[in-house]
């Protein structure tokens, strides 16, 4: 059965504090694996779509990497509006185009 | 402009009662979705649409009904809402042949009392 496994669950940081979030995966063939934020009482904001091992792909203070068996959501001098839960999710080949499966999450809180 | 909107954003309401949530998407896709987020925050996929055809469908109960009037719009109707269907419910759409990228709405939160 195809999984998506986040860790850690929540994750206290200082302004500034650099740190990584994981998600692991075990699918039957990755199609793509995307993350996402979502803040409080709101939709998920689509960040990045990694498809082969090896890719990276940055966005001001993120930069998410992929190997075949996890990606990292590198989060460099992090700011207090970084602050969210962010979201793992693959699509494979066995599955229809649309079926993002997805992890629980990582609830982010940065303080100043 | 909103690129995928749903309505309404807050719905309460009794058990029994037949309740819709309407959402439209002003992208040009060609796929929309219905994706519902439980108490856990666990996001799961209900249905999509693709050029006005059902091509996903994952243990849903049959009470649960998509609506796709056209390709910018996909409707959820829920019919003798239960206890259990409270939880957030997501329109998402996407082009299939740009990449995929799926793109959310802001949610419907639908509390049945």
């Known amino acids: 059965e195809d999984q998506v496994t986040q860790s850690p669950e929540a994750l206290r940081l200082q302004e500034g504090e650099s740190s990584s979030l994981n998600c692991s995966y075990t699918?039957?063939?990755?199609?793509?694996l995307f993350w996402y934020r979502q803040d409080p009482g709101k939709g998920p904001e689509f960040l990045f779509t990694l498809y082969s091992a090896g890719e990276e792909k940055e966005k001001e203070r993120l930069k998410a990497t992929l190997t075949k068996k996890e990606s990292f959501l590198h989060i460099t001098a992090p700011k207090p509006e970084d602050s969210a839960t962010y979201l793992c999710a693959v699509q494979t080949y066995g599955g229809s185009q649309g079926n993002l499966i997805f992890g629980k999450g990582t609830k982010l809180s940065v303080k100043p | 402009d909103t690129a995928v909107s749903q309505t309404p954003k807050y719905l309460v309401t009794q058990m029994g009662n037949d309740k819709s949530i309407k959402c439209e998407q002003n992208?040009?896709?060609?796929?929309m979705y219905w994706y519902k987020q439980d108490s856990k925050k666990f996001l799961k996929i209900m249905f999509s649409?693709?050029?006005?055809?059902?091509?996903i469908n994952e243990t849903v109960p049959n009470r649960f009904s998509p609506k796709s009037p056209d390709k910018a719009h996909l409707n959820l109707h829920i019919n003798s809402l239960e206890l259990g269907d409270s939880a957030v419910y997501f329109c998402?759409?996407?082009?299939?042949?740009?990449?995929?990228?799926?793109?959310f709405g802001e949610g419907s939160w639908l509390t049945v009392v």
């Open positions: 998402a759409s996407s082009q299939v042949r740009s990449g995929n990228t799926i793109y």
């Open positions: 699918v039957s063939g990755l199609r793509g």
């Open positions: 992208l040009g896709h060609d796929t």
């Open positions: 649409y693709n050029n006005k055809e059902l091509i």
